[in-house]
């Protein structure tokens, strides 16, 4: 079983791997420094941020009363359909609804969108399941598998790639039902909060490695002069 999840590891990044998100490098900055792989950064840095997130609360938590003001609170009906929502059905479904329309309509942007979130949710799964089964963390609510969640996992994951195709309009509800979706799974005592701070940072660090397959304006890369650092953005 594990040894499925590391092929689907390296199956899902694809081929060109060492060169997909290179940042471009203009003519006049000879002297300039980018990264080799722009989303290599991005994903060891947003995993980091996670991680010191989860490590900067974990000694702070309570998840008794987090689900009582979490259930309290009038957005309460949003975090049970995100509960819903990060289950997996409706992403994985609906990434094949999407590949399968854009097929039908002979939309090529629409089918590789489509096809992009699908692999994002199963890349998403399977880094979520890799740490799942190791770490072995009891739930608030007794069992195991919390760390990290999987729900808040698999909800962030598709952010990337609705960004990179549909910019805010369609990336800002897509990233709010992510939070509901943890805040959720905080509300029914599934996980801790730091289970979905990691997850919202494993989930999106891994839709920006399918994400980063294809170059997008939203995206800026880092870049380095002998006058400084800034960021780069490909138009």
Do not use: Q
């Amino acid at each position: 079983m594990r040894r499925w999840w590391a092929f689907a590891l390296l199956a899902l990044a694809g081929p060109g791997a060492a060169t997909a998100g290179t940042a471009p490098v203009a003519a006049d900055t000879v002297a300039a420094w980018s990264p080799p792989d722009g989303r290599v950064l991005r994903f060891v840095g947003t995993l980091a941020v996670g991680g010191a997130a989860a490590l900067a609360v974990r000694g702070h938590e309570d998840p008794d009363l987090a689900a009582t003001r979490l259930h309290d609170s009038f957005l309460y009906p949003m975090f049970r359909a995100g509960n819903t929502y990060g289950g997996g059905w409706v992403i994985g479904g609906g990434s094949l609804a999407v590949t399968a329309l854009g097929a039908a309509c002979g939309d090529t942007r629409l089918r590789t969108t489509g096809l992009d979130l699908a692999r994002s949710f199963l890349l998403a799964s399977a880094a979520s399941a890799a740490i799942k089964f190791p770490v072995d963390r009891e739930r608030p609510s007794g069992g195991g598998l919390s760390f990290p969640s999987g729900h808040t996992t698999v909800a962030f994951c598709i952010v990337p790639v609705i960004l990179r195709d549909a910019g805010w309009k369609w990336g800002a509800p897509a990233l709010a039902m992510g939070v509901f979706t943890a805040c959720g799974r905080m509300a029914e005592r599934r996980h801790y909060l730091s289970d979905v701070l990691f997850g919202a940072a494993l989930g999106y660090a891994c839709g920006d490695v399918i994400a980063a397959r294809r170059p997008s304006p939203w995206r800026p890369y880092p870049v380095v002069t002998a006058a400084g650092a800034g960021l780069r953005f490909a138009f």
